[in-house]
């Protein structure tokens, strides 16, 4: 457990809440990143960060600003999100195409694919991800 500053803590989550957007949109492409990773990844962050920014309002109008974080916790998060990056999907035209952004760069570094989740996987770990950070930033506010 860590104690920190809630302020502290809400402007790491603004900056971490930025690179990862940015992060998703550069693994993927076309309207899977509108939808999937701007649309449900940056509508989440929006409301994640505004929530928790009321959050510390109220915290600082009862002199209450030092909240514990779950490190463990945190990194678990991050691996998650680590996982939904590396196999974000790209586009090919009008269709889906059958590999991630990390199996199509190993192919085109002509590297041997190991592994490449199937798309709805990669959708499912996003949402799990999503709830995993909900329940992170409840536990923290």
């Not at 959050?55 to 945190?74: D, L, M, Q, Y």
């Not at 996982?83 to 990390?102: A, K, P, Q």
């Not at 989740?117 to 990669?122: A, D, G, L, R, T």
Request: with cysteine.
């Amino acid at each position: 457990m860590i104690k920190t500053n809630i302020w502290v803590v809400f402007s790491l989550y603004l900056i971490y809440a930025l690179i990862s957007a940015h992060l998703f949109l550069i693994t993927s492409g076309g309207w899977m990143a509108i939808f999937c990773y701007l649309g449900i990844g940056g509508l989440f962050y929006l409301i994640s960060s505004i929530l928790l920014f009321l959050s510390a309002s109220f915290r600082t109008a009862r002199k209450r600003t030092k909240v514990k974080i779950n490190g463990r916790f945190f990194l678990r998060i991050i691996a998650v999100q680590v996982f939904i990056v590396l196999f974000n999907y790209n586009i090919c035209g009008d269709s889906i195409c059958t590999d991630g952004f990390l199996p199509t760069f190993l192919e085109e570094t002509n590297i041997p694919i190991l592994f490449s989740p199937p798309f709805v996987v990669v959708l499912f770990v996003l949402l799990l991800y999503i709830g995993l950070l909900s329940f992170f930033l409840l536990d923290v506010a």
